[in-house]
């Protein structure tokens, strides 16, 4: 329950999923469910796909016919809540914001994990961009059974 | 224990200081506080309290509470968490109330 | 005594915002802070900002600092003095300064107070263990001195501080055990609370710290469930191993030097504290002292910034510095703060302003 431990209920992420006819791009999911005063994921959109208006305090809301999946918002997100995700034929695609040392090695597998933090499955990691305009966020390119499309949310290595 | 990586900060390496607390040497770095010299040699415990001696250490560590007062170079009350490192610092653990001489 | 058109006294997001648009105004400003550097606690926020792009949002706190603090020292009217404390602030416009065992007065035209807010204690058995630390000492430890703050730790608190310091805890390498919160719902915002939560950290509601075990530093703790009406549930303690136990209960208004000057002072819970009571230019019941940032009632640096910005050109205007555009820019940063308060998590702070006001206008 997302107002107990953080964990938003599989009704609500799927709200912030589009049909998955239209996953076959990425596509950002936006999971702020909150009202609170922010609206860099709108100012930083290049192509004007993410709205919030005058009022800061409303949630944003993505033109999924104008996003291209690239990412910007994805690093841009001061609380880490966006990511996007494309379906490649059996493989979930994600770009998922990633802010720990050491950095995923590209090619490598690590663990996938759900949104409340149990390992579900293995996670290809495909690539890692780190310009300096994502200010050490690094944007995380990571492959996963299409099955996990709703459950998955970030990656953690295998060590632990 | 220092933190030598770190995904947003950097921390370059600064140079050695060396002090001495409660008569033993450690060693800190440029830009440390006393407490945060000590802290990073694992010392916790600070002083104790003036009625019933129970363990002191920090508690702010931005000079609110007055939690982390020692003696130092024989002035007692010192905010360590505050107060700068410097070469050759005697640092002691405050033991009662402290006296000015 | 030394004279001085605008002194504001620390330089915080709050005072250093100030600084700069009462500068710009073509006022002399005098900014005086504590600490060896200045920036407030912003030096030590490595999290990227909320807000919008006014309050510098998407920047990191440590990169908001440096850029407030370029800012003003562009400006040939702004000068800064480091590791001086006020001690003290008498009724006739005079400021009492204490730096490297030097004691000198200053005189003022117009005064900004932008003390800043001191972290809450939370009351239970044995804590005053070394080993128990406001959330703010841990993150001054790792970000500001690079010093490890423990291997295992728990925090106590859900508000924002409670959960971005968590995560900060866990960029540093240490294993956050589990969040503890007293309420039955977590405090600050939920995207706070899923990052935590993903990267396996345990979040516990309706929690509380019970007591602290340990000789010369504590080694664990013992939680207890509370239930509906707040009071603990018998059976249900739960013991904790652990090296530092971080407490991140609220902040409270660093009002002292203001008690001295003799302002009207109230006391608003939902404020964090004691609070100036102030009218709209952020000026308090003494002519020409002005507050901003938490000083004023706790809230988000977003605030701080443009309380800062407020009151800066509101102060130099009672000093003769009114530019054409005064009006413009108050309105300007007004619609900006209550745009920041408007959303659910702004109703705690306009439930407490509104006391404020109902004090103001009562004058």
């Known amino acids: ?160 | 224990m220092r933190i030598l990586k770190h995904p947003i900060l950097d921390f370059p390496i600064k140079k050695t200081i060396h002090f001495k607390f409660n008569g033993i040497e450690y060693e800190g770095l440029e830009g440390d506080t006393i407490a945060s010299a000590l802290y990073a040699n694992g010392i916790k415990k600070l002083s104790e309290s003036i009625e019933h001696h129970r363990a002191r250490g920090l508690y702010c560590a931005i000079g609110n509470c007055s939690s982390c007062y020692m003696i130092v170079d024989h002035v007692p009350n010192v905010k360590t968490c505050i107060t700068p490192l410097s070469e050759g610092m005697l640092v002691e653990s405050q033991i009662g109330k402290g006296a000015l001489k | 005594m030394i004279n001085k058109e605008l002194i504001i006294v620390g330089g915080g997001p709050a005072g250093l915002a100030a600084a700069y648009s009462a500068a710009q105004t073509g006022c002399h400003v005098l900014v005086i802070d504590r600490n060896p550097q200045v920036g407030g606690q912003l030096i030590k926020q490595t999290h990227k900002f909320f807000g919008s792009e006014k309050q510098f949002a998407k920047t990191r706190g440590i990169n908001i600092a440096k850029k407030l603090i370029s800012d003003v020292q562009k400006s040939e009217l702004v000068e800064i003095l480091c590791d001086a404390t006020v001690v003290g602030l008498y009724p006739d416009q005079v400021i009492s300064v204490l730096q490297h065992e030097e004691y000198r007065k200053y005189h003022f035209n117009a005064l900004i107070i932008a003390t800043g807010a001191g972290e809450k204690m939370l009351a239970f058995e044995n804590n005053d263990l070394p080993g128990i630390y406001g959330a703010g000492a841990v993150q001054t430890l790792m970000n500001l001195y690079g010093v490890l703050p423990g291997q295992n730790i728990v925090m106590v608190g859900s508000g924002n501080i409670g959960l971005i310091v968590s995560y900060q805890l866990i960029q540093a390498g240490v294993h956050v055990k589990a969040l503890l919160e007293a309420a039955p719902k977590i405090g600050g915002y939920k995207v706070h609370a899923s990052k935590l939560r993903r990267l396996g950290v345990e979040i516990m509601t309706q929690t509380t710290i019970r007591r602290a075990i340990g000789e010369d530093c504590v080694r664990q703790i013992e939680t207890i469930k509370l239930d509906e009406a707040w009071q603990p549930i018998l059976g249900t303690e739960n013991i904790i191993d652990v090296d530092v136990v971080c407490i991140a209960v609220g902040l409270t208004p660093l009002y002292q030097l203001l008690a001295m000057s003799g302002a009207k002072l109230k006391y608003v819970p939902e404020l964090g504290g004691m609070v100036p009571v102030i009218d709209s230019l952020h000026q308090t019941s003494i002519n020409n002292i002005f507050v901003a940032g938490d000083v004023s009632g706790v809230e988000e640096a977003s605030s701080a910034i443009v309380e800062g910005y407020l009151s800066g050109i509101a102060a130099a205007a009672n000093v003769g510095h009114r530019q054409s555009d005064y009006q413009k820019c108050i309105e300007d940063y007004q619609q900006q703060l209550k745009a920041l308060r408007s959303g659910p998590f702004g109703a705690k702070i306009r439930a407490g302003l509104q006391k404020i006001e109902v004090e103001a206008d009562a004058r």
Not at chain 1, 76 to 94: D, H, K, Q, Y
Not at chain 1, 106 to 114: A, H, L, M, R
Request: glycine share 4%; net charge negative; charged share 25%.
């Open chain 1, 1 to 160: 329950m997302l107002d107990k431990n953080g964990v938003a209920s599989l009704e609500q992420v799927k709200s912030r999923f589009p049909e998955q006819t239209r996953l076959l791009k990425p596509k950002a999911i936006i999971e702020c469910y909150e009202d609170i005063p922010c609206n860099p994921c709108s100012t930083s959109c290049p192509f004007h796909a993410i709205e919030i208006g005058d009022d800061i305090n409303l949630q944003p809301r993505l033109n999924i016919d104008l996003c291209t999946g690239c990412g910007i918002c994805v690093t841009s997100c001061p609380g880490l809540a966006i990511m996007t995700a494309e379906l490649r034929e059996n493989r979930a695609v994600f770009k998922i914001p990633y802010e720990f040392i050491p950095y995923p090695v590209v090619n490598s597998v690590w663990s996938g994990v759900n949104r409340d933090g149990k390992v579900i499955c293995d996670a290809i990691i495909e690539k890692v961009s780190l310009t300096s305009k994502q200010d050490k966020t690094a944007l995380v390119t990571v492959s996963v059974d299409h099955k996990y499309l709703y459950d998955f949310v970030t990656v953690r290595t295998k060590n632990e």
